[in-house]
């Protein structure tokens, strides 16, 4: 580490900000290990996402190796999370919002074709990230929203299913039962499941093509018609053809506020390794936080990771405030290790 990047990295840390991939892998084995990411390569392909993404990317590498295309790839990856009921923080089985409704968001980007796709509030259909992928494939459009999102997705064959489980709706009513100590619901003592998670993957195939791809249930027990950082291009993730990708998890307010993962690959085009790229963005996002959500210290109270490679094949990421993984994987099995954020 040079002493520049050093010194980087130290003021970086006094404001609550660290890296979590310091090195490249060395071993054909996959892995998680640190920045709550999931990635995974081997001499042909690389895939990055979050740390629920950890099956993910394994598929992603799997189908790229394949021959199949990124965007394909990264799809495929985050609907093993959608569609897995206990995964609560995306898809099928995600916590609601205040009125109990299941509210999905997603985005993606095709590197290859330039061209961009988006759901928002969608609900009733299990794999925002498909209809996301619709949306770039067959319409001159970039987001749909709503019932008309909703719409579409079933003039095009999804099917409309009720995406709330009985451990959501459990999940939900324990919050309106403490939510007010004045109202007439009678508290709950059990802990109550709340989420700001969301899936993130991005994937590269061997001659540099690149696909992305984020989504989420949004934040729990948000206000109907809230949406975050997932379905915005730039904030939520972005990718470009000639630099790379990146995603993010965590506060989507914060996140969007500082362009995150357009900031991300700009930083990358400019010559920073993705690893640093990531910490600049949130230097950036410490910078345009707002004072009620700064501690005493200065630093941001909430979390936020992202998630970056580049055409070259390096990846690296960093986290706001607490520990977390990355999950990584070269086409020979997958693993997870925490490093400390």
Known sequence: MNTSRKSFIKTLGALGVMPWALAQPTSSKPRVDGGNTSIVSNPKTLAVGSRNALRGVERAVSMMSEGKDPLDAAVEGVKIQELDPNDMSVGYGGLPNEHGVVQLDA????????????????????????????????TDHIMLVGEDAKTFALQLGF?????????????????????????????????????????????????????????????????????????????????????????????????????????????????????????????????????????????????????????????????MLKPSDRALDNGGGTSAAAEPG
Not at 248 to 266: D, H, K, L, Q, W
Not at 298 to 312: D, E, I, S
């Open 107 to 138: 985005s993606c980007m095709h590197g290859p074709t330039k061209r961009a796709g988006a759901v928002g509030c969608l609900e009733g259909i299990k794999t925002p990230s498909e209809v996301a992928k619709a949306v770039l494939e067959l």
């Open 159 to 319: 099917e409309e299913e009720n995406l709330l489980t009985e451990r959501a709706r459990e999940a939900w009513l324990r919050w309106k039962r403490n939510l007010n100590p004045n109202d007439n619901w009678l508290n709950d003592d059990e802990s109550n499941p709340y989420s700001t998670g969301t899936v993130h993957i991005s994937a590269c195939t061997q001659q540099g093509d690149i696909g992305s791809i984020t989504t989420t249930s949004g934040l729990s027990y948000k206000i109907p018609g809230r949406v975050g950082d997932s379905p915005i291009i730039g904030a939520g993730q972005y990718c470009d053809q000639r630099v790379g990708s990146a995603g993010s998890t965590g506060r989507g307010e914060a996140n969007i506020m500082a362009c995150g993962s357009f900031t991300v690959v700009e930083r990358m085009r400019s010559g920073e390794s993705p690893e640093q790229a990531c910490l600049s963005a949130l230097q950036r996002v410490v910078e345009m936080t707002e004072p009620r959500l700064l501690d005493e210290n200065g630093k941001p109270r909430f979390n936020l990771n992202y998630y970056a490679l580049n055409v070259q094949g390096e990846f690296g990421g960093a986290t």
